[in-house]
């Protein structure tokens, strides 16, 4: 199989504008991300997908790969499928988000073994997910929740508590979505075709998409948070880390 890693990367980020360029140790947020996921050593090919001639001229001027949209895109994966129309030879594509510079190899090794385990081709992406327990963030809206069936194929995805604690007694573990995918390339460019339905617009949710047309999310348990850069708070953190 080929498997490559795309790093969709806006330069207008609501919550934090300009914050993929941001300082992180010495270099930009972006590019910290870029040289993680390339040094993880399990992509034949890594590229940063990007609108913005700022990303661009970034990864290009420091050696690395980069590919400019041609159209605007309102999610990462239709920017991703933009980007890969073309590359015919590739089986496997892994999404690594631009604001999570602490690439965490074990678990994209999961992901990538989920295609390897999977000769019927039941599976058409995979994605990670966290246990979380502070109420705080199972409530927060910014933290996407997940919940899955016995198999680990997701059911849903919502910003809301999910399931709704409606009986205190019963002990049920929550997940926090983390937005790393790996898809194959058919469900990818199906995904480009597909319109916007009512649930994803509500939620803004991209994955929604895919269950709302049927296709299956095998989900990945992760142990390791992370920091996802989306306030200068996020970027402060990121650094004490960083030394």
Known sequence: MKIISMI?????ASRFPGKLMQ??????????TYEATLNTNLFD???VVTDSDIIYDE?????GKAIMSIKEHECGSDRIAEAIETMDDVDIVVNVQGDEPFTEIASLKKLIAIFDNDPSKEVDLASLMVHIQDWEEITN????????DKANFALYFSRSPIPFPRDK??????????GVY?????ALLDFY????????ASEKIECIRYLEYGKKIKMVESYVQGVEIDTPEDLELANKLWK
């Open 169 to 178: 007694e019963v002990s049920v573990k929550y997940y926090k979505h983390k």
């Open 8 to 12: 969709p990367a806006r330069y207008k």
């Open 23 to 32: 300082n992180l140790a010495g270099k930009s947020v972006i590019l910290r």
């Open 45 to 47: 090919d890594v590229f």
């Open 182 to 186: 790996a898809f194959r390339r058919q």
């Open 59 to 63: 990864i290009v001027n420091n050696g």
């Open 141 to 148: 809206p910014n933290t996407v929740k997940v919940i899955v």
């Open 193 to 200: 075709q597909f319109p916007m339905l009512q649930l994803e």
